[in-house]
């Protein structure tokens, strides 16, 4: 089974219609979105729009969630400076943010035992939650095991990793960010998703046994960039987005 994993976009409608465009080319059979559909540029309606349409299963990012607070009035858009883009986000819009899942989880039974993947935006305990390459390996193994999980997905630090765990004498775990479609911190401006391949062999004892794939993809960032510098939005997210 591959499984399409991406976070993050962020409200960059080209960053996602290019990954989105490369992921219909590679024939996936299950997509999930890890949140942060909003903020920092000035599509968060055709965004949501995208991934409504396409009925893919989605969590609520920190960003998401800022949004159900929100109370707009037209004359004050052109005065909100890095708040604007949240309150682009029409009616329907805010009531779908409002009503996403904190966690996805997925519970596979293979060679007659279990591997369960769980889905977070930041982590398991907090949507704020910074999970970072080098975070205390017995602090990832306490959480990971409270929540039953074998594969943590996250996303919320826009920094790809993929971490191997040894649990105890016989079991792997595996820590796996996403990084993010519309505005990666980790020096490549190029958007970045996650294939997780599983097979019937694939097992808690073997970790070469879990595939993991980094994909970048090129987006005409310039475009991203000039929709922001022409927006009540500070330029420094333009800057953000050109550098990566």
Not at 60 to 84: F, I, P, Q, R, W
Not at 182 to 193: A, H, L, S, V
Not at 217 to 229: H, L
Request: aromatic share 6%; net charge negative; with cysteine.
């Amino acid at each position: 089974m591959k499984i399409a994993l991406f976070s993050d976009i962020h409200a960059n409608l080209p960053a996602l219609e290019a990954m989105l465009k490369d992921l219909d080319a590679r024939h996936v059979d299950a997509v999930y979105c890890l949140g942060d559909l909003v903020g920092y540029n000035v599509w968060p309606n055709e965004v949501i729009g995208e991934i409504r349409k396409r009925n893919i299963a989605t969590l609520a990012g920190n960003h998401d969630l800022k949004v159900k607070k929100l109370v707009t009035t037209e004359h004050s858009l052109s005065e909100l400076g890095k708040n604007y883009a949240y309150h682009l986000v029409d009616i329907d819009g805010r009531k779908y943010l409002a009503t996403l899942p904190a966690h996805i989880r997925l519970e596979f039974k293979l060679n007659d035992d279990a591997l369960n993947i769980v889905l977070a935006h930041g982590s398991t305990r907090s949507v704020d939650e910074y999970v970072l390459e080098d975070l205390d390996e017995t602090y990832v193994l306490e959480m990971m095991d409270e929540a039953k999980a074998d594969i943590l997905c996250v996303g919320h630090s826009h920094k790809p990793y993929h971490r191997i765990l040894k649990a105890d004498d016989s079991n792997y775990k595996h820590v796996v960010n996403l990084g993010s479609v519309g505005k990666p911190k980790d020096g490549n401006p190029n958007g970045c998703y996650v294939i997780l391949t599983l097979s019937q062999t694939s097992s808690v004892t073997d970790p070469s046994s879990v595939l993991v794939e980094f994909i970048r993809v090129a987006y005409d960032v310039e475009r991203a960039a000039r929709a922001v510098e022409d927006s009540p939005l500070p330029n420094e997210f333009a800057d953000m987005l050109r550098n990566g």
